[in-house]
């Protein structure tokens, strides 16, 4: 999802507490912050030899151990300030994806996008999703689609 669509669906949900799904049936809690927004580039260079280039935008969020007890959730609003504050210092790059970048004590942190949303009347529930690495070179490589999840060089030895 692209940060104004994420931006927009924020907007049509004013005043509705936000929820971040980082697993299945696993929330982050009612205690964590939006820390930090990240304009990222990434210029990378695969094992086939090819080199690519992009940016994303990451929404850092993070739990306070100083409000474990804490039971009600940050608004929609709350987020909008934040990101509006952001954009007046460093213009958030809106037709870039949005991952939202999380951890806690059981759960690795990890950068993860946006898979679904859901809205009822009182919340906002972003489900998110951990992406799986993958060989960017298969067809140097000779790796079929299919086969993604197996490491480039495990497979073929081409690295």
Known sequence: MKVQEFISVLENNTNKELIFEYAPNKIAGANYHLTEVKNVQFNTTDCGGKTNFWKETHFQIWESPNEMDKTEF??????????KRVDAITPLLL?????????????????????KINSTNKQLII?????????????????????????????SGCC
């Open 127 to 155: 489900s998110l999703f951990v992406e799986n690495t993958r060989c960017k070179a298969n067809d140097i490589c000779g790796i079929p689609e299919v086969e993604e999840k197996d490491a480039c060089c495990e497979t």
């Open 74 to 83: 940050m608004t929609v609003n709350k987020i909008l300030s934040i990101v």
């Open 95 to 115: 037709g870039t994806e949005l991952k939202i970048e999380y951890g806690n004590s059981t759960f690795p942190t990890s950068v993860m996008p946006i898979q």
